[in-house]
């Protein structure tokens, strides 16, 4: 959410922000509804005083004993009070319809970001590892000899439709290693708390981190009104929702493992073979509160809590800064780091770690307590992928592919497997 001060002050910089994401002017409108609703809120207030100083004066009248003039400001008063009533509400409609507005705003991009229309505008900012060389013609992940017992699209497909999977055996066995092994990471090592959050969320939750009102259609709602969560960014950053903080206790660092689901809409056609894009899928989130000073570092420090992952199970990767043109709504600045996988010959995002500044903190009304004193101010959220595990699966089968169709495995996960390092060309791990 945008602070409709900073627009009102500088409208100039408020549309020059928005040009850079390809988005038309919005300053004129915006000031417009701004002037209409706070000229209603006034003209509110003036006929208030007027109703109370008629009223005032209704008693003078009666003592008076003049009928006439107690009976016209009695009228009078009933008129402003009908007459109040009507602009307040009228007001409360345009102060909804300016929230909207801003509500469907995008973030504005950082100094930094580059400017750019889409992903081949993306800059590079770090390769880490070697692609692995085979001696064979190596196959996407699914297409993997020790991977097809494991990996049942045709059952998923019998139950769920399209777009789902059921792993089984030694393949379900390292997508659950996976999980345990970022969770630790990030416990363990990166000094995230760990949480065990609802998957399903109030309409609040998903407004206060931007998901609502104009992303609705990518994401799932029950029949009672409760959101599938499309991450669990969503729970852990809501969770300091209309909370005002003291300051000692930023920054907040969460971790969770949770189900993530997302209709795609607008991708049909997209990533269909495999399980590159489902609509039910794990990832493993990292979510920060922090003071305003604070949040360009901790974007750094998450970036590379994410990229260490990748490093500890030997997955080749690059780093890219997103341009203006391929951020997500709610960013202010984001870093995908791309897992390198053979059996497409190219990199494929495995984590956004995006910082939306004080944009969410806005809508969700979330603040802390300066330790000098002074006014609550609005805490930064980030969040980022620590990592998805279904396509960091993907990675660890495809650069461990071996000719005879086994799998080497990362030796970050024998502790998780039970010392087994193999998936052998049947799909049994050894």
Known sequence: MHDIRAIRDNPE????????RGEAAMSQAVLSLDAARRAKIAAAETAKAEQNKASKEVGAAKAKGD?????????????????????????????????DMLARIPNSPADDVPQGANEEDNVEVKVWGDKPSFDFTPVEHYEIASVKPGMDFETASKTSGARFVMLKGGVARIHRALAQFMIDTHVDENGLTEVNSPVLVRDEAMYGTDKLPKFGEDSYQTTNGWWLV???????????????LEQSALPIRLTAHTLCFRSEAGSAGRDTAGMLRQHQFEKVEMVSI???????AEQQRMVGCAEGILEKLGVPYRTVILCTGDMGFGARRTYDIEAWVPGQNCYREISSISTTGDFQARRMNARFKPE?????????????????VGRCLIAALENGQQAD??????????????????????GVLA
């Open 405 to 426: 169709g086994s799998v080497k495995l990362p030796d970050a996960l024998a502790p998780y497997l039970g010392g087994k390092t193999t998936l052998t060309a049947e």
């Open 372 to 388: 000098g004193g002074g006014k609550p101010q609005f805490v930064h959220t980030l969040n980022g992928s620590g990592l998805a």
């Open 67 to 99: 009928e006439a003039e107690f009976d016209r400001l009695r009228a009078l008063v009933s008129d402003k009070k009908a007459e109040v009533a009507a602009m307040n509400t009228e007001a409360q409609e345009l102060d909804a319809k300016l929230t």
């Open 13 to 20: 910089a408020f549309d020059a922000a928005l040009a850079r």
């Open 290 to 296: 922090t003071h305003p000073d604070e949040s360009d």
């Open 230 to 244: 499309p991450t669990s960014e969503v729970p852990l950053t809501y969770s300091v929702g209309g909370d005002t």
